[in-house]
């Protein structure tokens, strides 16, 4: 139940909520709704700080660190929330195909935006001594490492490797401490017209199911075909606020990404959810419908919605996004 409570605040982060208990509709705020105190839930998307503790194929923890903002796109370009069908009771049960277009965020292509120059970015906390000043990349990074999303360019950023490229090549372990809380400055007017800087939590450490994250290329996550991809892990308590009903800044959910990276279009295939507490279950439907090997994703993360600046008199949604992430390849078999 705790599942399905998390999925029912989560999933009323943009339209209205379903009448059954199982799922709420992922991609909007029910009025009254546990998320309508975000200032940027009803904003079209402006921005993103990405900041991820990251077990990449096999090898030692990575920080990734990304910021951008930008201008331009529609407020109807603004990508929803993914939802599984009919609450979870669909033909993909708890799994979103995002195998045409990638049409969820944080997987849908960003058009028409113009990306901003910012005035700063800072980020302190734990494990960062003093301030990081992370810096417009030049060359620009334009790949977002765990959505595939192009950028005209980002401040920090940098392809995975061991160690990794560019920015996040600089980082250390400890510079994304699991719980710890960070603060990010960007200089930008928030929805009162004041410069003021936003705070945020990274999510608990926890060991991801199926050795992901610990598995690299010569020891890949063996799927099996024809079946479900049934597994379990001990998953980290929740935090719903005081009431059991809130979507707090410590809020997080767990997903599981399945990614063909050999697909240069579209290499986004499927998010699934849990169907409880620490256990998935992928129908055998999606398990062949996937790629006969890529990446596989396992990640618990916050996302929360503030609201700064792009231009004057123009407010919109800067997401900002921990995770806790693993990842390694699969072979269906």
């Not at 396992?298 to 407010?315: F, K, L």
Request: glycine share 10%; hydrophobic share 35%; aromatic share 10%.
């Amino acid at each position: 139940m705790r599942v399905q409570r998390m999925l029912a605040l989560l999933l009323v982060m943009i339209a209205a909520c379903a009448s059954d208990e199982d799922i709420c509709a992922f991609d909007a705020c029910c009025d009254p709704g546990p998320c309508n105190s975000q200032p940027g839930s009803a904003l079209p998307e402006g921005g993103e700080l990405r900041h991820e503790n990251v077990r990449y194929l096999g090898q030692p923890i990575q920080t990734w660190i990304t910021v951008y903002q930008y201008t331009g796109p529609t407020v109807s370009s603004t990508a929803p929330f993914a939802v599984p069908l009919e609450g979870g009771h669909g033909q993909f049960g708890n799994c979103v195909d995002e195998r045409s277009g990638a049409p969820s965020w944080p997987l849908n292509p960003i058009t028409g935006a113009t990306y901003l120059d910012l005035p700063k970015v800072e980020l302190s906390g734990r494990g960062i001594p003093g301030v990081l000043n992370i810096v417009k990349t030049d060359p620009p990074n334009m790949v977002g490492n765990s959505t595939f999303r192009h950028h005209d360019f980002t401040y920090g950023g940098g392809a995975p490797g061991n160690p990794p490229m560019g920015f996040n090549g600089t980082l250390t372990a400890e510079m994304s401490t699991p719980e710890a809380g960070y603060t990010l400055d960007i200089g930008k007017k928030d929805a009162s017209g004041k410069v003021t800087p936003m705070t945020y939590y990274m999510p608990a450490a926890y060991t991801a199911p199926l050795g992901i994250g610990a598995k690299g290329p010569a020891d890949p996550v063996i799927i099996p075909a024809h079946r479900d991809l049934t597994y379990s892990w001990t998953a980290p308590p929740n935090d719903f606020g005081t009431t059991g009903k809130e979507y707090t800044k410590k809020t997080y959910i767990n997903i599981t990404l399945f990614a063909d990276p050999t697909n240069l279009t579209n290499p986004s295939q499927f998010i699934c959810f849990p169907d409880s507490d620490g256990h998935a279950t992928i129908p055998a439907v999606v398990v062949d419908a996937l790629a006969p090997a890529g990446l596989i994703v396992n990640a618990d993360y916050i996302h929360y919605m503030e609201a700064r600046e792009t231009q004057p008199g123009e407010q919109r949604r800067f997401d900002l996004v921990s995770t806790y992430g693993n990842i390694s390849p699969y072979q269906r078999q």
